[in-house]
């Protein structure tokens, strides 16, 4: 029989939820925004356009930047509700039963493998490093972590006594692993756009 769930008010994950959602709907809205000036005005130049490198127009624009029918940012309009509203739960007291931390880690783990896929889409086949967009990925990647470990170590995931050990153990590591991932990101870009040598 599975641990008790433990660690049942996370206030550290519930702020950092609540300050994730709020950057990466801000990043969201921004996108959703130049979309829209763009269909209203398509010789509009996106106030996120710095360089044939940097800029928006070309993710927003492509086959990409729609991939269910719709523009991807409103995805993040509606998906980045979802952490506010966990993390004020949470810091209001809020218990959430195991189906809900089930149900909540397979949304992040949706929207973290999306954010990969966007990553290598941008820099293997747009060629461009959109800012809105990286900031997306800034928070979501950390976002994932944390979530993750959350619910491995609280017992809310049937998984082993030693997993959930390690996951606590891994909790405080979170900031390390984001940089971790952000630093292979950028060897990446690095890699294969070249990224120093057409900034500078």
């Excluded at 952490?83 to 739960?89: F, L, Q, S, T």
């Excluded at 490093?129 to 959350?150: E, G, K």
């Excluded at 491995?152 to 153990?169: F, I, K």
């Amino acid at each position: 029989m599975p641990a008790p769930p433990t660690h049942t008010r996370p206030t550290a994950l519930a702020v950092w939820l609540v300050l994730a959602g709020l950057v990466g709907w801000w990043a969201a809205f921004s996108l959703t925004m130049e979309r829209l000036h763009r269909l209203a005005d398509p010789d509009a130049i996106a106030s996120c356009d710095f360089s044939p490198l940097v800029q928006c127009s070309a993710n927003l624009e492509s086959w990409q930047g729609s991939l269910f029918g719709f523009p991807n940012p409103i995805l993040g309009l509606a998906g980045w509700i979802a952490p506010i509203v966990v993390g004020m739960a949470l810091l209001a007291g809020a218990r959430f039963a195991r189906w809900f931390w089930l149900l909540f880690e397979l949304g992040i783990l949706f929207a973290f493998g999306f954010v990969c896929w966007l990553i290598g889409q941008s820099i293997f086949v747009l060629g461009t490093l959109c800012p809105w967009c990286m900031v997306t990925w800034v928070v979501m990647i950390p976002t994932f972590y944390a979530v993750t470990l959350h619910v491995l170590r609280s017992g809310q995931a049937p998984v082993p006594a030693s997993v959930r050990r390690v996951a606590d153990r891994l909790m405080g590591w979170v900031p390390l692993l984001a940089v971790v991932s952000y630093a292979i990101v950028a060897v990446l870009a690095q890699f294969q756009l070249d990224v120093l040598g057409r900034v500078f």
